[in-house]
């Protein structure tokens, strides 16, 4: 399942959500070469979280099966940060700059452009404190904006569950589209991350961050309790579980 958009109004324009997206993309152009060597891998080198490096507790037998960046016992913290705007592919980057274009307009219409750009931040930091937690001693760098991207959907849940969400669904040769909650929607999405967490715990090699996923949508949907401001959501019409009436039936086929 992929989300086409929501049935959400944009209040104001999301000037920090364009500002994020465009970030994003400009790392991936300027400093990852648009996915090609060498900038690429020097970039996640770089710019990466290196959960072993940056605690320190590098195993030297394991890092001799997995490590891919030169470790110099110098932890840089300033990666925690970085590593939110680096991506591995097209793919990832895309991906993500989707999910954020869908749902970070209206958590930012909730919160005001500067208490969002904390939120985002924060919401990457949940994810990456999950993410080592997980497993303090990988040598794989983390990156991508996924994790702070799952604080915004977390935001979103909690502030627009009924809102209806569009979804491209792709069965084999089967394509259709349904409009479901948000509640559903994202739920789902945090239940195949945290399964698929699961499922990786004790693996050595690289992959998907689900845990980072998980913190990010977590920690998004404690700090936006925090984060939101009442006077501007008051101005929405689809907040919380006591919404207008909708003009759409949720859970149906579209035309």
Known sequence: MFPIRDENPQIRVPIVTYTLLGLNIAAWVLLQGMGSSPGLPESICRFGLIPADLLGTLDIERAADGLVCRIDGQPNWATVVTSMF???GWMHLIGNMWFLWIFGDNVEDAMGPGRFFLFYLLSGLAAAILQIV????????????????GGVMGAYIVLYPKVHVHLLVILGFFVTTFTVPAVAMLGYWLIVQFLGGVSSLGATGG???????VGGFVGGALLVLLFKDERL????PYRGWKQKRHANRPWHRLR
């Open 86 to 88: 680096m991506h591995g």
């Open 207 to 213: 992959g998907v961050a689900f845990w980072a996923h």
């Open 134 to 149: 997980a497993d303090t001693g990988s040598v794989i760098p983390m990156v991508g904006a996924s994790g702070a991207i």
């Open 233 to 236: 959501l008051s101005q929405h």
